[in-house]
């Protein structure tokens, strides 16, 4: 298996609403992150997990609180957003931290719409 | 500091003619270099990569890279473009010591004209 998955692709939520997303992935990479996509622009890092112990916080809202349960999965708990907050939620991982030489995966994305 | 620089925001080709897809860098240590493609409403899919190894890089899709230390250059290429090429492509820089952060650069759109 060579994919991170995410689910779902697309979600729309209101302001209120408490939600998560999903990403998984069982290539034994150790290092995880989640990124944030807005139209025609790259993507920004949100958060990165080291050995599933958050090791980067981009001074993201606390409206998003990431967890990792376990090696190969990653969650992203989300609550009161905001319409700004619209956009595409990518996770992606890589072998190991500190390793730059493969490159990360990426998951297809979750599509988030907030209403 | 570390910073990606692409010099197009957007590039049109026609269907069979070269791309060319610019890309500067910037990194005080020795840098992995990476190219990105995006196609609509898609995850990030990995084209090539540098790490230090061959300065001409092969990737997928008959795209290639070449590094260029002297020109702190990273431009890619492909001999003819097909429609399926039609998306946004992402340089990436990874440096040591900044713990494997990707410095992404802003993103080329590219469009095949049939």
């Known amino acids: 298996d060579t994919e991170v998955t995410q689910t779902p692709k697309h979600l729309v939520m209101g302001m209120t609403n408490k939600k998560s997303l999903k990403c998984e992935q069982h290539m034994g990479h150790r290092a995880m992150y989640w990124y944030k996509q807005k139209a025609k622009k790259p993507p920004e890092l949100m958060f990165v997990?080291?050995?599933?112990?958050?090791?980067i916080n981009e001074s993201v809202p606390s409206r998003f609180s990431p967890e990792c349960p376990n090696s190969s999965l990653l969650n992203l708990h989300l609550h009161a957003l905001q319409p700004e907050d619209s956009a595409l939620y990518l996770c992606a991982s890589s072998q190991e931290p500190q390793t730059r030489n493969y490159g990360y995966t990426f998951g297809s994305g979750t599509r988030l719409t907030v209403v | 500091a570390q910073s990606v620089t692409q010099l197009d925001s957007h590039v049109s080709v026609s269907e069979g003619t070269p791309v060319l897809l610019r890309c500067n860098y910037s990194s005080s240590y020795s840098p992995s270099l990476f190219w990105y493609v995006q196609h609509p409403n898609k995850g990030l899919q990995l084209l090539l990569k540098y790490t230090s190894a061959a300065t001409l890089v092969k990737g997928i899709n008959g795209f290639e890279a070449e590094f260029k230390k002297s020109e702190t250059s990273f431009h890619l290429t492909k001999p003819s473009a097909h429609m399926s090429d039609a998306a946004e492509y992402f340089c990436?820089?990874?440096?040591?010591?900044?713990?494997?952060?990707?410095?992404f650069g802003t993103g080329t759109s590219l469009t095949v004209i049939p």
């Open positions: 997990y080291s050995y599933e112990k958050l090791s």
């Open positions: 990436v820089v990874s440096v040591r010591g900044t713990g494997n952060q990707f410095y």
